[in-house]
């Protein structure tokens, strides 16, 4: 019988092996740790949940007010798109709870769970030889005909493959636990947070779950070892809210700033953060990770006889880019046009006051998918950006603005 193995349990490889039973493909799933918890903010669009067929218990909070705030404004606005549905928010999950439930159904469709670590594989032309260690550190080999590597941002599979590391930010976050009245701002909420003082180059959040909010920043390369005091100065600007919180867990972890150029291999498919298919503007991987899980188990299982690099390429990397090509081109470009100085910032901070770019925003958020917007609408949005920037432009130079808030209309 025909045999994958996927490296890396946790959301995508959990989906590539639930895809592969789905096709009646012999799966073995090989995670290193089954209790490692993947460090993360936890924001999840509800498209993953109808897609993947995933409970709303599995669902922390449902945050329906977006907050972003630049040094100085804040604006807040909500999560909705051009065309409501009832699905205008954005799920909050707990990643121990998330990636065990899609792990295990897995399980439930067949595949074989090993708890192992990948150290090292050798295509050949009959199938690939890999070889794991179990938890004694004893060495196994499986021969197999195909392999996922979803083994994350330091993946093994991408460097056995030669491959080199992609470039990284840092991304470092609290779990800090509030009493029920502070957690109850916090209910709806989730902040995004623009400055050199709490993240120089990406941005800082407050995410809600049931009982307490993470607290994080993004660091990009060469910043990275400052990630301690950029989530002290978050703290330090957010006494009011998060001041009465107790510190349960800290964690961090690296994030791929841009996707491989290749996706596919010789019987061989990377996806996920192992494949750089976050969202640099984001930092968003995981219904990305599941996506690229499921195209890539698809392609694999279509070409089973003959997995070879250029059927891979075809069935999955030409797919999924034909699909997604415009949106990470689109979201590349944001980052570099908002966060990296202050007038950029104010100018992103402002331009979400826009009621059209709010639905934009929300429109590729939550259908994970960027039309054109009528050129009526682009135009406004245009004139908006333009008076924004020679405002931003003129303030700075001749004083600047003062602080401002602007709330949600919902
Ligand atoms: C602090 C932080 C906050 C984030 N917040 C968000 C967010 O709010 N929303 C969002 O969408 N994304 C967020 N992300 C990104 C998101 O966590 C990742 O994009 C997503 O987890 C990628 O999933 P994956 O399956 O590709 O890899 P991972 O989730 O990284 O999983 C890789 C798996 O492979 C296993 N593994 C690694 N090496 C081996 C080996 N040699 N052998 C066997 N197993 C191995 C690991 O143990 C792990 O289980 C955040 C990331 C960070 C660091």
Known sequence: MARVLVVGASVGGSIAARTLRAQGIDTILLERDLNYIKPCGGAVPPLAFSEYNLPDELIDRKVTIAVVASPHRTTEFPVASSRPTDHEFIAMVRREKFDRYIRQQAVDAGAELIEGKFTSMRVHTQGAQVTYEDKRQNAHTVEVDAVIGADGAYSSVAKSLGLERLPMAVAYQERI??????????????????????????????????????????????????????????????????????????????????????????????????????????????????????????????????PVQAALRRDYDAQW??????????????????????????????????PDVQRLTFDSYLAKHIEPAPWSVQIKITGHWLSTAAHELLSSRFGAPKRQAATASR
């Not at 880019?321 to 046009?337: E, I």
């Open 321 to 354: 880019w034909k699909r997604y090509r415009t949106t990470y081109t689109f979201l590349q470009m944001l980052q570099r046009f908002s966060y990296n100085s202050d007038i950029q910032r104010e100018i992103f901070a402002r331009m979400c006051e826009d």
């Open 177 to 306: 636990h509030l009493p029920p009245h502070a957690m109850a701002y916090w209910e709806k909420r989730a902040a995004l947070y623009l400055g050199d003082d709490v993240s120089p180059d990406l941005y800082a959040w407050v995410f809600p779950k049931y009982d307490h909010v993470t607290a994080g920043i993004g660091a990009g390369a060469g910043k990275t070892q400052h990630a301690r005091a950029l989530l002290q100065n978050l703290k330090d600007k957010l006494r009011d809210q998060l001041g009465e919180g107790t510190s349960i867990r800290f964690e961090a972890h690296h994030l791929p700033m841009v996707p491989r150029k290749y996706l596919s291999y010789d019987r061989v498919a990377l996806i996920g953060d192992a494949a750089g298919l976050v969202q640099a503007t984001s930092g968003e991987g995981i219904y990305w990770a599941m996506k690229s899980a499921e195209m890539a188990a698809r392609a694999i299982a279509g070409s089973i006889e003959h």
